[in-house]
């Protein structure tokens, strides 16, 4: 269905795919070729069915896939599979070549987030998509030793949010993938008093300074729940 409405936009509206990464070698990130718009990126990205992320969001989930271009993508907290649906498509688009594995909750365990029977509803049956139970890190990093340690995954954080949890998280990430890339979700910073989510942002810091020079930092920096990028 998504396609036969694609085949109905105009030629002229139509996203290239050509790489939009204008210098690959370049330290900061830069994009061309694409509209910065929901309207064409709600077309690239398809929410189907669910509330669509922000769009500056949106924009660095793609950037970052676009211009880092990882074989293997692991990620948790998926739920129905919004991010896992963005990954799908983004790499669909571009011709990247990236297997996704996305891990949620099992059914045993009660939690205020678990998606139940709709546990990755968006990205079921999809080719280069597959779907797990259990621990999100224990089990991404089981599979990509399993897979022969690729070079340079691509690791998506969206747990429960807590400092604990994403510290133990980005640490155990940076022991055991010396090359790994980390976007970690919810990571906008927020005083304790707001009731908000905290523990992502001073998670990334903590890690930020025990490994001095080893990432750079890229945020979104555009409100709430925010999106953080550690990458090499």
């Known amino acids: ?16 795919r050509q790489n939009p990464t204008k210098n690959p070698d370049c330290t900061e990130f830069e994009v061309d070729n694409w509209a910065v718009s929901q309207f064409v990126l709600g077309r690239l990205v398809p929410a189907v ?11 660095l989930f ?4 676009c211009r880092l271009r990882p074989t293997q993508i692991f990620e948790w907290g998926t739920h129905i599979g919004k991010s ?5 498509e983004t790499t669909n688009h571009y011709r990247i070549d990236a297997q ?3 891990v949620d909750l099992p059914d045993a365990v009660d939690h205020v987030e ?5 546990r990755g509803r968006l990205v079921r049956g999809l080719p280069r998509v597959s779907l797990y139970q259990g621990d ?13 340690r690729r070079r340079a995954p691509f690791f998506l954080l969206d747990g429960d949010h807590s400092y604990e949890s994403v510290l133990r998280e980005l640490r155990e990430i940076t022991r055991e993938v010396p090359d790994a890339t980390i976007l970690v979700h ?8 707001s009731g908000y989510n905290v523990g992502p942002h001073e998670a990334i810091e903590k890690v930020l300074a025990e490994t001095p020079g080893r990432y750079r930092k890229l945020h979104s920096g555009m409100g709430l729940p925010g999106l953080t990028l550690l990458y090499p």
């Open 1 to 16: 269905m998504i396609e036969r409405i694609r085949a109905l936009v105009p030629a002229r509206w139509r996203l290239s």
């Open 49 to 59: 069915g669910t509330q669509p992320f922000p769009l500056h969001e949106l924009m």
């Open 62 to 65: 793609v950037a970052a896939v």
């Open 84 to 88: 896992a649906r963005i990954f799908y």
């Open 100 to 102: 996704i594995h996305s």
């Open 114 to 118: 678990h998606p139940g029977s709709e």
């Open 136 to 148: 999100g890190l224990s089990t991404s990093l089981e599979l990509w030793q399993k897979g022969g």
């Open 186 to 193: 919810d990571a906008f910073y927020q005083s304790k008093e």
